[in-house]
């Protein structure tokens, strides 16, 4: 049987093994799939024995392990490069490993399962952690106009947009956003998670927003999406779909199989609903 696994701490509230079950159901695999918390300074030593039994094709890492991924593997994968931090390890014939970032790939494919257009939008993204330094390069891959990034400390995020150099990315006080009219608003900090905002949410910022996505995802819209939808933002949409799309990226990386991920984001909602 093929093996797989998760690795984080915490990593109780992980729904990667329910969602990768559901894949290899619908994909006609057979697979075992842990999760395993790693001490906070032990994740290579973890992974590495995980990895080296014979039936182990491929483990997924997450907080607070991306970047011990990342310096374990060998990195061939653009996103994962531009990120600096892998959530994917998969095991080569010869015993090496390779990393992969699939978190940007999954909220553009999540994006554009909700119809929302990337080409040519003007794209603010709140937050410079490791989450948004994931999703850069496939949201300017996607043909945006220009991608903002904003943050609380402003100088996190211009030594991504230095690390990046891409003429399209450009850096904001949070102070100035509002002057920024995004059509497309990205939350990628865990504000949400205390009932914080990110930012100062105001009708002069979201008056031509048309999408605010928040990364967290919750069993009721985060307060991020409840204040965009007292400005009048007609889609809001919360980080449930990128989990379901950057587990299928990884799933067709490890098994070349590319799971329909509809009906699952469903099944995986109905879930936390009833937490
Ligand atoms: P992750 O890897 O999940 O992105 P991280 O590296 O700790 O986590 O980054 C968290 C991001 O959320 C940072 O951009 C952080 O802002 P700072 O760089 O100023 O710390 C941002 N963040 C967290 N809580 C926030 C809050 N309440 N308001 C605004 N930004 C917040």
């Known amino acids: 049987m093929k093996k797989f696994a998760v690795f984080g701490n915490p990593i109780e509230q992980s729904l990667s093994p329910t969602i990768h079950q559901m894949f290899a159901e619908q994909c006609e695999e057979v697979i075992s799939y842990e999760k395993i918390l790693a001490p906070v300074d032990g994740f290579v030593e973890k992974a590495s024995s995980f ?3 014979p039936e182990a094709v491929g483990c997924n890492v997450t907080m607070p392990f991306k970047l011990d991924a ?4 060998n990195i061939d994968d653009q996103a994962a490069q531009d990120a600096q931090a892998a959530n994917t390890l998969m095991k080569c014939p010869d015993g090496s490993i390779k990393g992969f970032n699939t978190d940007g790939v999954g909220l553009v494919n999540d994006l554009l399962n909700n119809n929302v257009q990337l080409e040519n939008k003007r794209v603010l993204l709140i937050g410079a952690g490791g989450a948004a330094r994931g999703v850069i390069s496939p949201l300017l891959e996607a043909s945006v106009a220009q991608l903002i990034i904003t943050n609380r400390t402003l100088e ?4 991504i947009s230095a690390a990046v150099s891409n003429s399209n990315l450009d850096v904001v006080a949070l102070d100035d956003i509002a002057a ?5 608003t990205i939350n990628s900090t865990a504000a949400s998670l205390h009932q914080e905002l990110p930012c100062h949410m ?3 910022l979201l008056d031509e927003c048309e999408v ?3 990364m967290v995802y919750k069993n009721s819209p985060t307060v991020f999406m409840q204040e965009a939808h007292k400005y009048g933002v007609k889609k809001r949409l919360d980080g449930l779909g990128m989990l379901v799309e950057q587990a299928a990226a990884a799933f067709s990386i490890w098994t070349g199989k ?3 991920t509809n009906a699952i984001v469903n ?3 109905e879930l936390i609903n009833n937490q």
């Not at 990342?70 to 593997?73: G, L, R, S, V, W």
């Open 202 to 204: 105001s009708e002069a």
């Open 212 to 214: 605010v996505y928040d």
């Open 51 to 53: 990895l080296a039994q």
């Open 156 to 159: 996190k995020a211009q030594q």
């Open 70 to 73: 990342f310096n374990m593997a």
């Open 258 to 260: 590319q799971p329909k």
């Open 180 to 184: 920024i009219k995004p059509h497309i």
């Open 267 to 269: 099944k995986v909602r």
